[in-house]
């Protein structure tokens, strides 16, 4: 069982590295592997705006 703290709903938090190196937390369903929780993160941090 993974160590990560369980949500409610069968989700998790999961610790990402964003492409520009940044760490951040998000949260996916629970049993997600960890590169794909990676490639979720970087899809979001793609649709960022740029300042």
């Not at 069982?1 to 998790?12: A, F, K, Q, V």
């Not at 610790?15 to 951040?24: L, N, R």
Request: proline share 8%.
């Amino acid at each position: 069982m993974s160590d990560m703290p369980m949500g409610s709903l069968g989700t998790e938090m999961r610790e990402v590295t964003f492409p520009d190196q940044s760490c951040g937390i998000i949260l996916v369903q629970a049993g997600t592997p960890q590169d794909e929780a990676d490639e979720m993160a970087a899809r979001v941090w793609a649709e960022l705006p740029k300042g």
